[in-house]
């Protein structure tokens, strides 16, 4: 093998492996207190080695049901911002001084990573008309989230963000299974917690945000580069010197090489028409002279 490629980026996939099948497990937890709550006769499993009786069953469901909103809530911006700083760490997806820039003075403020990316990127493909919508669903998660988690705390959502949510009430409909965004608006604003489909619908929101986000930011990367730099991270977390890398046989060398890109994402085959392509031999000679 001399070619390797690029599908999906390593912060991408540590994101999805973290946030992809959050609606699955919400659901699941949903059905879970819906059969208590219809079932006069659960007990606690023996394996669980502690005791529940609630005094008030429907009101233990009740307030269960809104932690584990709440929760579900929080866990996605959590990912999101996981997303921004991964992006921002070495080997850096970035490519974009500007947007670095940016990143470095957000610190550790999620809502001021996301006015960073916004800022800085232009959408590419068929997403690029929703963005605004999927960006401004990024907002109001993060304001939501910090009223549900933060005691006393009364984030209001940019204007920017709440006009674009207004104007695309139809879109955001066909988008997200027949959300009303304006109800959602007046429950964040009265400071209510998300229902079920509210939080589903961000989930999905926050996840078509960071598929346009790293789409546009592997599109100008250049790819060389960062490859070479994957395997200088590499070689550095480990204490590996170079030597002991490009001392080996050829065949050898290539494939500690490839071992290790294919630890960052890079795949043996293309998926996508945008996968983007290395040659090892290239790249090999390109790290060995940094």
Not at 1 to 19: V, W
Not at 218 to 233: E, L, R
Not at 270 to 280: G, R
Request: aromatic content about 8%; glycine content about 2%; overall charge neutral.
């Amino acid at each position: 093998m001399t070619e390797l490629y690029l599908n999906i980026s390593r912060p991408r996939r540590k994101f999805k492996d973290s946030l992809g099948h959050a609606n699955h497990f919400l659901i699941t937890a949903l059905i879970g207190l819906d059969y208590i709550d219809n079932n006069e006769n659960v007990e606690c499993p023996l394996s669980f080695s502690t005791s529940w009786n609630p005094r008030d069953k429907k009101a233990s469901i009740y307030r269960t049901r809104l932690y584990i909103l709440n929760s579900s809530l929080a866990w996605a911006v959590d990912c999101l911002d996981s997303y921004f700083s991964v992006c921002n760490q070495d080997p850096k997806l970035i490519d974009n001084i500007d947007l670095i820039k940016d990143l470095d003075k957000a610190g550790r403020s999620v809502n001021e990573k996301l006015i960073s990316f916004s800022r800085h990127i232009t959408p590419i493909g068929e997403m690029d008309n929703d963005f605004d919508i999927y960006k401004s669903i990024v907002g109001l998660a993060i304001q939501w989230r910090n009223n549900t988690i933060h005691s006393g705390v009364d984030n209001k959502l940019e204007q920017e963000h709440k006009d674009i949510l207004l104007a695309s009430t139809n879109r955001i409909n066909e988008l997200f299974c027949n959300l009303d965004i304006k109800q959602t608006l007046i429950s964040f604003e009265e400071h209510k917690s998300p229902t079920f489909k509210e939080v589903t619908s961000i989930i999905r929101g926050i996840q078509r945000f960071v598929e346009v986000v790293d789409s546009y930011l592997t599109s100008k990367i250049d790819i060389d580069k960062y490859a070479s730099n994957v395997i200088s991270c590499h070689c550095r977390q480990y204490n590996i010197p170079n030597k002991a890398i490009t001392s080996l046989p050829i065949d050898k060398r290539n494939s500690k090489i490839i071992n290790i890109l294919k630890n960052y994402s890079f795949s043996e085959t293309a998926t996508t028409n945008s996968s983007l392509k290395i040659e090892i031999d290239h790249i090999v000679n390109l790290w060995a002279k940094q």
